[in-house]
Nanobody
Framework: QVLLVESGGGSVQAGGSLRLSCAAS????????MGWFRQAPGKEREGVAA????????YYADSVKGRFTISQDRAKNTAYLQMNSLKPEDSAIYYC?????????????????WGQGTQVTVSS
């Protein structure tokens, strides 16, 4: 069992920044991969970024490369998503997710543990 609790969403103007946090608990082997996904109204869910918590490898969707950074604080069992240069098209509900294993690419691999989501709204 893995519990994920997101925080840090909100509203910001275009060009601004937000940092999302995801506090994780539960079986460590079930959360070796920590990822962030987002879903905007009428759109499919998109894997935004992920981190392999053991080795530190990271993955990013092309749409956020250079603007978003995923990181972790292993002592706090927390993953972060730093979002800079935000655009209106980044507006969505952002979900933290976790899975076990060593393959973490959120664009390819299915995640099976999910947080409740946090709203991010970017105004122009």
């Amino acid at each position: 069992q893995v519990l994920l609790v997101e925080s840090g969403g909100g509203s910001v103007q275009a060009g601004g920044s937000l940092r999302l946090s995801c506090a994780a608990s539960g079986d460590t082997y079930r959360r070796s991969c920590m990822g962030w996904f987002r879903q905007a109204p009428g759109k499919e869910r998109e894997g935004v970024a992920a981190i392999y918590t053991v080795g530190g490898g990271t993955y990013y969707a092309d749409s956020v490369k250079g603007r978003f950074t995923i990181s972790q604080d292993r002592a706090k069992n927390t993953a972060y998503l730093q979002m800079n240069s935000l655009k209106p098209e980044d507006s969505a509900i952002y979900y933290c997710a976790a899975r076990g294993g060593v393959r973490c690419n959120p664009g390819i691999i299915e995640y099976n543990n999910w947080g409740q989501g946090t709203q991010v709204t970017v105004s122009s």
